[in-house]
């Protein structure tokens, strides 16, 4: 089964940028689809960005595009988020999350999660 482990969280003020990764073991990525979401306290889990594996293709929110960017290390089998201009509403954990096949945008068709991490933009 495959290990999801992201890091590269922290608080940072507003306009700052941060670049999150999630690491995976036990399995490679091809032909599959990994995506990062955010949860705010009190709010649903978010689509954020994916990206494929099979051709490279990424997705991206409308809330956050022109500032984020997703990207992946094929020989590290790791996945980044890079994020830039940040603003307190993108204040959340962050998950990545891998399916097999197509990307999608929402939570439930994601087969494993990683345990998250904190961001944090003061204003």
């Known amino acids: 089964q495959v290990q999801l482990v992201e890091s590269g969280g922290g608080l940072v003020q507003a306009g700052g940028s941060l670049r999150l990764s999630c690491a995976a073991s036990?399995?490679?990525?091809?032909?599959?689809?990994t995506a990062w979401f955010r949860q705010a306290p009190g709010k649903e889990r978010e689509f954020v960005a994916a990206?494929?594996?099979?051709?490279?293709?990424?997705y991206t929110a409308d809330s956050v595009k022109g500032r984020f960017t997703i990207s992946r290390d094929n020989a590290k089998n790791t996945m980044f988020l890079q994020m830039n201009r940040l603003q307190p509403e993108d204040t959340a954990v962050y998950y990545c999350?891998?399916?097999?096949?197509?990307?999608?945008?929402?939570?439930?068709?994601?087969?494993?999660w990683g345990q998250g991490t904190q961001v944090t933009v003061s204003s």
């Open positions: 990206i494929s594996w099979t051709d490279g293709s990424t």
């Open positions: 036990g399995r490679t990525f091809r032909n599959y689809a």
């Open positions: 999350a891998v399916k097999y096949g197509n990307v999608w945008t929402v939570a439930n068709g994601y087969e494993n």
